[in-house]
């Protein structure tokens, strides 16, 4: 858990009086993913080879405070893919989401020909507006031929 600072301003004018800034402690629980929906294996030649994938993400302070949602994929031999990090989106456009704001993040990946045969990692997380990070998921895509 984080502890955001919040800096509230009042000034009151009685009889000469006046209250400066006044620093007040507000807890900031992280973001939490779940029930992610991604496919375990991928064929590489098969068409269309683009999938969708979602995850459901909640934070205790509300949807409101959620600031990105997104994930990192790793190739089999462990290096980083060129595209990361791979935003999610909760808007309800492009097709690709269902139901804006509804904590329910989509994005729509594709695969070539050109991929490399063998397991990736994805790994996805949140950052709320406090920057506190959510639990990690990890999941494993096995393309195939």
């Known amino acids: 858990m984080q ?32 029930n992610l929906s991604a496919p375990d294996t991928v064929s590489r030649s098969q ?16 949807l409101d405070d959620i600031d990105k949602v997104y994930f990192n994929t790793f190739k089999p031999d462990d ?16 097709g690709v989401d269902q139901n804006a704001n ?12 050109q991929n490399q045969l063998g397991n990736y990692r994805f790994e996805f997380e949140a950052i709320d507006k406090s920057g506190a990070k959510s639990n990690k998921i990890i999941h494993i895509i096995t393309v195939v031929e």
């Open 102 to 113: 509804d904590g329910i993040y989509s994005l729509r990946i594709e695969i070539s020909p």
């Open 79 to 94: 290096s980083p893919s060129s595209g990361n990090p791979f935003y999610m989106r909760d808007d309800g456009l492009q």
């Open 3 to 34: 502890i955001r600072w919040v800096l509230l301003t009042s000034v009151f004018v009685f009889v000469g009086l006046a209250c400066e800034k006044t620093p007040v402690k507000v807890n900031n629980d992280p973001p939490i993913l779940s």
């Open 47 to 62: 068409i269309p080879n683009n999938f969708l994938l979602t995850i459901k993400v909640s934070d205790p302070q509300g």
